[in-house]
Each structure stands twice: as structure tokens, then as C-alpha cells.
């Protein structure tokens, strides 16, 4: 069993950064996937960013979040910059058993573990 909090939400202004960061605790391994994903209201959830030997962003994202993690702090984080109203979701940390394939990685059926969320609001 793996469990996930994230942290880092808030609220900011367009144009601002956040980080987020997600401790895993757990059978966590460095050759498990993990990504972020990130639901607004009415929306369904999408993934942002993931990361197995390489990351993968969704379009919307690249060039402003950049993923990453510490193995040794079991921490996966999500570096945010120059933030949009749209990006106003509930961010969510997710875990797999295992590696998953670049082209998977975006794909919420590739993961088996969640977090409970942190909020972001960004304001125009």
C-alpha cells in the first residue's frame, strides 16, 4: 500500500508560482511511476504532468509546470510558473506499481495510488 499527501496549494495572482509537493510513504519504489493530475469543478480529472525516465506534459502545461522528484525524500514535486485563471483545479498526486510507458503516463487508468488533493486558486 503507497499513501500520498500533497501540500503547496494556495492562492495566487496570474502569473505567480506555486509548488506542490507529494510525500509518499508506503511500497513506494524509485521504478514507480508517479504524475500529477488536477480536476476543476465540473471538469473531469486530466492529467498534467508525470514522470517515469522522462516526464510527459499535458499541452497546456508545457513550458510552465516542470515535474520532478526526490528519491531519497520519496517526494514527487510539481514546479508551477506563470499560472492562469485555467489552472484554477483541485492537484492531485498519483502513484503507480511500476513503470508506465510515455504514452500512458497522462492516462489516470495507469495508477493505482491517490492523494487527497491540494487546492489551487489562481485569480485574474
Known amino acids: 500500500q503507497v499513501h500520498l499527501v500533497e501540500s503547496g496549494g494556495g492562492s495566487v495572482q496570474a502569473g505567480g508560482s506555486l509548488r506542490l509537493s507529494c510525500v509518499a510513504s508506503g511500497d513506494i519504489y524509485n521504478s514507480d511511476s508517479m504524475a500529477w493530475f488536477r480536476q476543476a469543478p465540473g471538469k473531469e480529472r486530466e492529467g498534467v504532468a508525470g514522470?517515469?525516465?522522462?516526464?510527459r506534459y499535458a499541452d497546456s502545461v508545457k513550458g510552465r509546470f516542470t515535474i520532478s522528484r526526490d528519491n531519497a525524500k520519496n517526494t514527487l514535486y510539481l514546479q508551477m510558473i506563470s499560472l492562469k485563471p485555467e489552472d484554477t483545479a483541485m492537484y492531485y498526486c498519483a502513484a503507480a506499481r511500476g513503470g508506465v510507458q510515455w504514452w500512458s503516463l497522462l492516462g489516470r487508468d495507469a495508477y493505482n495510488y491517490w492523494g487527497q488533493g491540494t487546492q489551487v486558486t489562481v485569480s485574474s
Open positions: 514522470i517515469y525516465i522522462s516526464g
